[in-house]
């Protein structure tokens, strides 16, 4: 019987760029940072609540995972908002959606009624999008 | 069922959610320093009573509450990277280190000195093998090992 989930991969365009949207905008905690050799990092955060599970900020290049087409296909598909990461919940949606487009996240969609409660969605820096959640039960 | 858009009908006093998200960011931002709840109350227009209670719908703690959360979260960060217990409780606004240390243990479970102590050698393991940080099946799909 599967019980729990620790981690979870987002594909993301660059480490850096990750650490400081997800640490910085979003709030996340940084659980590890790693160096894993020339260039590569294990890289995890958790949501401020939630920190026995860690989303693994994954990097897309060529390399041991990707090879050069693959990562190329890889890196257009993140771009261009293929890939729904996660549906994130907060206490009130309103005020977080307000606080994060104060810091500049782009929102796809703006805060909607929906018959679980509110909902909004927003990308992060490399193009991967988010559902933001505030729902009945949390009321 | 059609989504509804939620501006501004359901949230028909949009700028109260402003001041309210502004005493936020103004708590991330001043928790080391000696923050004046009333005054922030005052500043975003709010009775204090009706500060605390627009804050805890938004966040789910009082603004007390939520200071005091900010203020342990970022007295772990301090803490892992080795500054002595004393001084973090310096850094993150407390004035007296007893008082910091015994809300520490309320909070995680841990003293100040054991998180520490934790982290630390947490770091050490890592250093010496940094797959000791990583779920096997990454590490082998990543040809880390």
């Not at chain 1, 620790?6 to 160096?35: E, R």
């Not at chain 1, 104060?102 to 820096?125: I, L, Q």
């Not at chain 2, 109350?41 to 509450?65: I, M, Q, V, W």
């Amino acid at each position: 019987m599967i019980t729990k989930v620790t981690h979870m991969c987002v594909y993301v365009l660059d480490q850096d760029s990750a650490y400081d949207f997800y640490v910085n905008k979003l709030g996340f905690k940084v659980h590890t940072d790693v160096p894993m050799g020339p260039g590569a990092r294990w890289l995890t955060v958790t949501p401020p609540e939630q920190p026995e599970l860690e989303l693994t900020l994954f990097p897309v290049r060529e390399g041991n995972v990707f090879d050069a087409e693959t990562a190329r296909t890889m890196t257009d598909l993140v771009k261009k908002g293929t890939f729904g990461a996660a549906v994130f919940t907060c206490h009130d949606l309103m005020a977080t959606y307000e606080e994060l487009k104060g810091k500049g996240v782009e929102f796809k969609k703006a805060p909607t009624k929906e018959f679980y409660g509110f909902e909004a969605s927003f990308k992060d820096d490399s193009g991967n999008w988010f559902s933001l959640a505030q729902l009945n039960h949390e009321q | 069922m059609v989504s509804q858009n939620i501006e501004p009908e359901h949230y028909p006093r949009l700028y109260l959610y402003r001041r309210i998200v502004q005493a936020k960011l103004f708590i991330d931002r001043h928790y080391a320093e000696n923050i004046d709840l009333e005054q922030i109350a005052d500043e975003a227009y709010f009775s204090r009573f009706h500060f605390c209670r627009l804050f805890k719908n938004a966040y789910g703690k009082t603004p007390h509450h939520y200071l005091t959360k900010v203020r342990l979260d970022n007295a772990q960060q301090l803490l892992a990277k080795g500054i002595p217990v004393a001084g973090v409780s310096f850094l993150i606004g407390f004035d007296s280190s007893t008082t910091f240390a015994a809300l520490f243990k309320k909070h995680f479970g841990v003293s100040p000195s054991g998180y520490q102590a934790r982290q630390l050698k947490k770091q050490t393991s890592f250093a010496a093998n940094p797959l000791h940080a990583v779920p096997n099946c990454f590490a082998e799909t990543c040809g880390w090992k």
